[in-house]
Nanobody
Framework: QVQLVESGGGLVQPGGSLRLSCAAS????????MGWYRQAPGKQRELVAT???????DYADSVKGRFTISRDNAKNTVYLQMNSLKPDDTAVYYC?????????WGQGTQVTVSS
């Protein structure tokens, strides 16, 4: 059974940086999209960034210019570089990989931005 394993979360001061990684534990064929979502306490899960296969990346307005999504197709891995972090970025971050048959989710990694 394929699992998405996330890493890179933690506690960082405002203005700092973190890099999240998400790797599939097995082979996933036909991935058409990889992305990151986040959920803050008391709020709904929201899109952070998405990178379709052969398509253009898309970012939430709140992270444009600060976050960068990238992927390594050979390794079925997706990354999220987060710079200039703000307290409002505090949330559990989830990676997602989609095929036309199934949508895979990671277990979530906590990102806390606080001084």
């Amino acid at each position: 059974q394929v699992q998405l394993v996330e890493s890179g979360g933690g506690l960082v001061q405002p203005g700092g940086s973190l890099r999240l990684s998400c790797a599939a534990s097995g082979s996933i064929f036909g991935i058409y999209d990889m992305g990151w979502y986040r959920q803050a306490p008391g709020k709904q899960r929201e899109l952070v960034a998405t990178m379709p296969t052969g398509g253009s990346t898309d970012y939430a307005d709140s992270v444009k210019g600060r976050f960068t999504i990238s992927r390594d197709n050979a390794k079925n891995t997706v990354y999220l570089q987060m710079n200039s972090l703000k307290p409002d970025d505090t949330a559990v971050y989830y990676c997602n990989m989609r095929t036309y048959v199934y949508s895979y989710w990671g277990q979530g990694t906590q990102v806390t931005v606080s001084s």
